[in-house]
């Protein structure tokens, strides 16, 4: 399964931004999902994550609140609808298949080029 992301973009402080990772393959229903993000001169973070269903979520407490993660799997795709960004969110955001909600510290596959978000104040 490969995994692209895309709607990365431009806005300003406070804005909103809706992100998509669309899958190829036949078996992104059978795989927990989730969002990184990596800011320049950083380490890449964990942002949210969904499972198989989408009926569990989780979310980095940088974004609780403010970023919403949802998937459908008849499209193959995973959403994150950020709202109320912040310079601070300002980072490349990636997805990637997850051994579990519950474990976001490795990821199945190779990380993708993301999708760069720019938040300005």
């Known amino acids: 399964v490969q995994l692209q992301a895309s709607g990365g973009g431009l806005v300003q402080a406070g804005g909103s931004l809706r992100l998509s990772c669309a899958a190829s393959g036949r078996t992104f229903k059978n795989y927990d999902v989730g969002w990184f993000r990596q800011a320049l001169e950083k380490e890449r973070e964990f942002v949210a994550a969904?499972?198989?269903?989408?009926?569990?979520?989780r979310y980095a407490d940088s974004v609780k609140g403010r970023f919403t993660i949802s998937r459908d799997n008849a499209k193959k795709t995973m959403y994150l609808q950020m709202n109320s960004l912040k310079p601070e969110d300002t980072a490349v955001y990636h997805c990637?298949?997850?051994?579990?909600?519950?474990?976001?510290?490795?990821?199945?596959?190779?990380w993708g080029p993301g999708t760069q978000v720019t938040v300005y104040s």
């Open positions: 969904v499972s198989v269903g989408g009926e569990s979520t």
């Open positions: 990637a298949r997850l051994p579990s909600i519950m474990d976001v510290t490795w990821i199945f596959g190779s």
